[in-house]
């Protein structure tokens, strides 16, 4: 392999942690650095971050330092995203590529998005956001879906998911206000969800740019229900009256007519409310149109043997599909045109590792830098 982009970690959470290790792993890619925020992981080699053998370089939580190094890309994905962190970085002259926003930037207020226009044609670098969902599920999939198309009336993106079974409790109590009282869980009383509902709404505006079609507006509904009764969680605890299901229903309109929808239906334990609808659990999306097309996608730790794997390891299989999804998407955003990119604009992302036996490259290779 004669081409190897040189990659920085940004943040090593259960996200972070499992892209570290696809980089480290995958030929196609080099790490040059992490950037971490809690003191104790300061100066630790980024091999012992991940459960792999030592690499020579060590994790610091200076983003100056970051800022300054020699990288073709930054993974991007710390538990808070600071639209200033990544103008730097992309000044700097590094294409970033993040899962917590910018899924399509183009969508950002004007002043942010003039932000980061400007500091990717000053450092000739693009930007990108993806993961799961949103990510691949609401950008990705609908797109290779839609090489099967003739003609297309309405995409609709279903996502069914009990948040008790995601292990980061934190943003599951903290961030999405799940077990908090109903009037504290709304869009004008929570940052985080208001923050939420711009995000998702980045991937219809991306998929109207990429499917031709003119919206009129993205219109968001949100809903929550309280409980009847408290009840304990895997992962915590939702009590009486406290909210333990939300809703996010994102509706693109086209001269008029609902052409894309986005429905998020959470809840956080056994409790589900009778009149929402009920998919399967995972993500359904379905482009109504000629023909009418549908896949539903689920990620596990394994579908072959999967009673042999704890609960843990299935839902955390989500965080390392979020990951690869990021780190797999790096040299295509290194090949991109500089700017806010879009999954249309981006080739075709592939796995770097796949079936291939990797014995992990240390020591390093002398560098072999790419211009991209
Ligand atoms: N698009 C998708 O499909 C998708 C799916 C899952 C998650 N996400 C997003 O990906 C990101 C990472 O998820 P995760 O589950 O890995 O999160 P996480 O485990 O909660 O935390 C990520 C890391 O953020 C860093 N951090 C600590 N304090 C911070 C601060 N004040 N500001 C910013 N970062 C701070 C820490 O890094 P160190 O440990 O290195 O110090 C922490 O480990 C989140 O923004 C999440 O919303 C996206």
């Known amino acids: 392999m004669s081409q190897r982009f040189r990659v920085i970690q940004w943040a090593t959470g259960s996200v972070g942690t499992e892209a570290l290790k696809g980089i480290l792993l995958d030929p196609r890619l080099e790490l040059v650095g992490v950037k971490v925020y809690a003191d104790a992981k300061q100066g630790v080699d980024a091999g012992s971050l991940c459960g792999m053998p030592e690499t020579g370089i060590r994790a610091t939580t200076s ?58 044609a000053a450092g000739r670098a693009s930007v990108y956001g993806t993961g799961i969902h949103p990510g691949f599920v609401g950008m990705v999939l609908p797109l290779a879906l839609s090489g099967m198309s003739r003609t297309i009336d309405k995409v609709t993106v279903q996502e069914r998911a009990d948040w008790a079974f995601y292990d980061n409790p934190k943003i599951t109590f903290e961030n999405m206000r799940f077990g908090s009282p109903p009037e504290e869980v709304s869009l004008e009383t929570c940052e985080f969800l208001a923050f939420n509902g ?32 408290s009840y304990d969680v895997i992962c915590g605890r939702i009590e009486k009256d406290t909210v333990y299901a939300q809703r996010f229903t994102w509706k693109g309109i086209c001269g008029g007519t609902e052409r894309f929808v986005i429905d998020a239906l959470w809840n956080v334990g056994g409790q589900y409310p009778t009149d929402w609808p009920k998919p399967r659990d995972g993500w359904t999306v379905t482009l109504e149109g000629e023909p009418s097309l549908q896949a539903h996608f689920i990620s596990l730790a394994s579908f072959e043997n999967a009673a042999e794997r704890s609960l843990a390891e299935h839902t955390h299989a989500a965080d390392v599909a979020t990951a690869m999804q ?33 014995a992990p490259r240390f020591p390093r290779r002398p560098r072999a830098r790419t211009g991209c």
């Open 198 to 229: 711009e995000i998702f709404k980045d991937q219809i505006v991306m998929l109207a740019r990429a499917l031709g079609a003119t919206l009129d507006d993205v219109a968001l509904h949100h809903e929550t229900r309280a409980a009847e009764e």
């Open 326 to 358: 990021v780190v797999n998407s790096i040299p295509a955003l290194c090949e991109a045109e500089p700017g806010i990119r879009g999954t249309f604009e981006l080739d075709r992302v592939y796995t770097g590792i796949g079936m291939r036996t990797v």
């Open 63 to 120: 983003v100056d330092e970051i800022v300054g190094l020699d990288a073709d890309c930054v993974s991007y994905m710390p538990n808070r995203a600071r639209l200033e962190d990544v103008c730097a970085l992309l000044r700097s002259g590094k294409n970033v590529v993040c899962s917590p926003f910018l899924f399509y930037g183009e969508n950002l207020p004007e002043a942010d998005r003039k932000r980061v226009a400007d500091a990717c």
